[in-house]
């Protein structure tokens, strides 16, 4: 029997490959690597509150309280810290900034700001211990300590309600978008001086940085165009039109193309950042159904697109449309919207960060 086996190779081959599949079923199957949770924190401006979301389902995680009219929000690169500036409304300005733990979902502390008011655009600079913050009631950009609370500098832009910032990779230049002026302000944050203020155009608001840190984008929301500035020169190259209030500028992470959301018209401006042309207009696809009465903007029943986020990826864009009350996601990969995600009312700045899960530690059994 034994001889008529070992002449028949299909018939060992079979035994082989049962033995193999009982010894792979009794092996134990390795744990599969621990994935980040992606966080998305959208401040609701007419709620006085921030809701933390799971962009992929939509599922809230929670919703904290801030200060009166949350603006704006910046994330650390080095934690889950998330800082918001409280700007307050017409009637009462704001003077705070919230600060949250975005892997616990609850605030740590609020930080008061004191004389300056009107707290908007924010960034973290290099460390994730300080943020840089433009105060507009003091026409000032102000850095400030959010582990002390305290405000280490302060430097004069002296130009009418700055608004939003932008730093250079190094985190050694500040450029300030200047709504009233029409100017961006050029800030050396190592020497807490002006270096410049640079005549952009009317109503300028928007403002990112290329990648590579050589070109900055400026929207000008009130004569439709984008600026383009060398910022080795810190002279406006070109000017493009870009038609329907332009409000916010965002380089992908590529460095290929830049969004523009558009808060008149209602949809995303597409341009390449190369070319300097624009490629294609996303429309949100819906409106605000009707007018929203104590709204910054009231554009008919234009959802108005404010801020716009990308993930880490650069495979997705999130676009807070304030008069809508909703989020859109947009597809970069097909350039289009895919999705909505529903936080509170007025939704505008936003956050996005990666939660990794906390990893068990072993025992040893020495």
């Known amino acids: 029997m034994v001889k008529y086996f070992m002449k028949t190779p299909a018939a060992v081959w079979g035994i082989a490959s049962v033995l193999l599949l009982i010894a792979s079923c009794a092996q134990p199957k390795k744990p599969e690597p621990p994935r980040p949770q992606p966080v998305l924190m959208v401040l609701n401006k007419s709620e006085n509150t921030a809701t933390i979301l799971n962009p992929d389902n939509g599922e809230k995680l929670a919703t904290l309280v801030t200060g009166v009219a949350p603006h704006e929000a910046a994330v650390s690169a080095h934690s889950h810290l998330a800082v918001i500036t409280n700007y307050g409304t017409r009637e009462n300005p704001g003077s705070s900034l919230t600060v949250v733990d975005l892997k616990e979902y609850r605030v740590l502390k609020t930080i008061d700001l004191g004389k300056y008011r009107r707290p908007h655009g924010i960034l973290f600079l290099p460390g994730g211990s300080r943020v840089a913050v433009t105060a507009e009631g003091n026409q000032s950009l102000i850095v400030v300590d959010i582990e002390t609370g305290t405000i280490e500098k302060t430097i004069r832009t002296r130009q009418k309600v700055s608004h939003m910032v932008a730093l250079d990779p190094r985190g050694k230049t500040a450029y300030v978008a200047n709504i009233g002026s029409g100017t961006i302000s050029i800030l050396d944050l190592e020497e807490s001086r002006l270096v410049k203020n640079l005549r952009t155009g009317k109503g300028t608001e928007g403002l990112d940085l290329s990648p590579d840190g050589k ?118 990969n097909e350039w289009k919207v895919k999705g909505r995600l529903t936080a509170g009312k007025e939704p505008d700045g936003m956050a996005f960060t990666l939660v990794w899960p906390e990893t068990p530690q072993i025992e040893s059994s020495e």
């Open 215 to 332: 070109e900055l984008w400026v929207a000008n929301r009130g004569d439709d165009t984008l600026a383009i500035v060398d910022t080795e020169t810190l002279k406006v190259e070109e000017k493009l039109e870009c038609a329907g209030f332009p409000i916010r500028v965002r380089f992908t992470p590529d460095g290929r193309h830049v969004l523009v959301s558009n808060a008149r018209s209602g949809d995303i401006a597409v341009f390449s950042a190369e070319s300097r042309k624009e490629l294609r207009r996303i429309p949100m696809e819906f409106t605000a159904r009707e007018k929203k009465e104590n709204r910054i903007f009231d554009f008919d029943l234009s959802p108005v697109p404010i801020d716009i986020l990308i993930d880490e990826a650069g495979n997705r864009a999130f676009v807070a449309n304030s008069n809508a009350d909703l989020v859109s996601v947009i597809d970069l």
